[in-house]
Structure formats: C-alpha cells, structure tokens
C-alpha cells in the first residue's frame, strides 16, 4: 500500500497528490512514468511521474479526473493509501544534443511537459514553453513553466487567459524567427499531430510523448501498440515518447476511441456513485 502525502486540486477535476514511494523516487527520470491501481479490484492505468522529492522518497502526480479510475482515485485524501505504485516504466526523454527546445504542452498534458522543461532548463538549455487549455479555468502549473523558461506563452482556445490562440500560433512564429533545434509536444493526440506538422516544413527534430491505452506497462499484453515509421512499437517499453514525423497519428487517434462506449458507462456509473466530482 502507498500512503498519499498530500493533495492539492490546481483546477477543476485536475489533481496533484504527492505518494509516499522511495523506490520509484530514487530512479524516476523526467519522462517515465508508473503504473497504479487504486484499490484491489481497480483497473491499472498509467500516470506520469510529475517530480520527485528524492530525500523525502515522494513522487508527485497530476491528472485529470476523466473516467471511472482517475474519478476514484480523487476522492482519495491525504492520509489515505492507495493499493500499487509501480515504476518507473518506459524510457527517460532524452535531452542530448538539445541546445534551444520547444517545449509544448497541452491541458492535463502540460503536467507531464513540467519535468521536461524544468530538466532542460537544468541542464542550462534555452527553453521556450508554450502551453494551451480550453479556458482560464483549466489553467495549471503557469508559475512553474515561467520559472523553468527563457520564453513562456500562455494561450486558450477562447482568451479568457494568455493570447486567444491554439499552441501552433505561438509555436509557428517561434520557428519563424528559427534558432530552435527540437520541439517536444505532450497533450491530446490531436494536438501533438498538428504540433509536428507545423514543425514539418522547418525540419526540426520533433519528439512527442505518446499515451496510448496501457495494461501490464511490460511489453506483454500488445495494447499499447503505435505504428512508428512503418513499425510497430510499444509505447510502454519502446516509448512513451518518439519522433513525431514517424507516429502514424490517425491511427493512434482511431485506436484511442475503441473503447468509448465502455468508458462512458463505467464514468456514468462512477459519477453516480461519486456525486459531486464530476
Ligand atoms: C504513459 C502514459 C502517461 C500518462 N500520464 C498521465 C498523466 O500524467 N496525467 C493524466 O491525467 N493522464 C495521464 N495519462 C492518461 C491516463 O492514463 C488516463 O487518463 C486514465 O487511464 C483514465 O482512466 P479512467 O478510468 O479514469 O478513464 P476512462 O474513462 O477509462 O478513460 C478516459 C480516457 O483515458 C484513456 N485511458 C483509459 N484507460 C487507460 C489506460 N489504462 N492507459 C492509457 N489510457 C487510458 C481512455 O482511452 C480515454 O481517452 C497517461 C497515459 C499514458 C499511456
Ligand atoms: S502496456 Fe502492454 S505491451 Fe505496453
């Protein structure tokens, strides 16, 4: 069992909580992730490390409370334990030979783009965020970002905070000016697709953080297949990130909505059971 340490709700259904877990602090590099179940009968779904205190042996995680799991877990409190805490998993982002990144990210997604710009920013590479959510409400982690960057844009789809725009805006002027040698998107499939096709014509090295549906987190069960430059790949041992000219995107996009119908239902009955997260 992982005791929670602490939690913090940063906007409406988005959740941090800090889990006590020495050994995944240890070795959680920026871009990996774990695996948990909330209870003994729960369903395994993949968060990623969002931080780590090393000395206080704590890894932090941010998510959205989007399903039935996610739901559960946050009505969970500080105090309480929750039943598996496995990682880290996948492969750490690499940040070689990066002088001046792109570092985008969007909604719940931005969570998982924090460490990475906070790792390129301490290895004393120029780091450019930009950052995107539906409304000022579902706004996170701004201080942070501009704590961890030479330039930050803030924007939304309707400009109740930062510039009216989506990330591709602000991210198409930044390769205008040039000087950037990679761009690394986390958030919706949809996003990260149109990310790397704005990049496409200036030829940037592009990397993009994969999130496909996830079982064991082993290699074994196939689930979270991709088709990367013509090969299949898993993302929980391959990835989760990759360069984002060879993700077939509109599969990934198609295999992602195989299971709406049963998701939908489990969140109805979820939402009935917890009322008032919604
Ligand atoms: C490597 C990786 C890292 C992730 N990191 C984060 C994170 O830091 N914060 C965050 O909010 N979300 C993250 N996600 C997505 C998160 O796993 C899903 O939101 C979560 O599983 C939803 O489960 P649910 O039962 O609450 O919702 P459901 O209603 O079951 O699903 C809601 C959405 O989550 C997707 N999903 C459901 N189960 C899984 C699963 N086992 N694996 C992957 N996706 C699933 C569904 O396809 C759907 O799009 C990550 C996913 C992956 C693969
Ligand atoms: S989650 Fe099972 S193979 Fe990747």
């Not at 990682?87 to 969007?106: H, K």
């Not at 119908?261 to 008032?276: D, T, V």
Request: glycine residues 12%; proline residues 4%.
């Amino acid at each position: 069992m992982y005791r929670i340490l602490e939690k913090k709700t940063l906007a409406p259904s988005v959740i941090e909580m800090q889990i006590d877990a020495p050994l995944v602090a240890r070795s959680a590099q920026a871009g990996q992730f774990i695996i948990l179940r909330v209870d003994a009968d729960g369903e395994r779904i993949p968060l990623t490390v969002a931080g780590q205190d090393r000395a206080r042996g704590s890894v932090k995680i941010i998510f959205g409370a989007v399903g039935a799991t996610t739901m559960r877990l946050a009505r969970k409190e500080a105090g309480d334990h929750i039943e598996d805490f496995v990682g880290p998993l996948g492969r750490p982002t690499v940040t070689e030979n990066i002088r001046r990144a792109l570092v985008v990210g969007g909604g719940v997604g931005t969570a998982i783009a924090l460490p990475v710009a906070e790792k390129l920013h301490g290895e004393g590479k120029f780091v450019h965020s930009i950052v995107g959510f539906r409304n000022k409400d579902l706004v996170i982690l701004k201080e942070d970002f501009a704590a961890c960057s030479d330039l930050f844009d803030l924007v939304t789809d309707d400009g109740s905070a930062g510039r009216k725009a989506l990330v591709t805006l602000p991210l198409k002027e930044a390769l205008e000016k040039g000087g950037y040698d990679c761009m690394i998107a986390i958030g919706p499939l949809p996003m990260m697709k149109y990310a790397v096709e704005t990049c496409r014509p200036y030829g940037i090295r592009t990397v993009v953080s994969m999130n496909p549906i996830m079982i064991d987190g082993t290699g074994m069960c196939g689930c979270c297949r991709l088709t990367v430059g013509g090969k299949m790949r898993f993302a929980c041992v391959d990835g989760p990130d990759f360069d984002g000219y060879e993700v077939d995107f509109d599969e990934a996009i198609a295999r992602s909505g195989q299971y709406r119908e049963e998701e939908a239902r489990r969140r109805e009955e979820a939402c009935r059971l917890f009322e008032g997260v919604k």
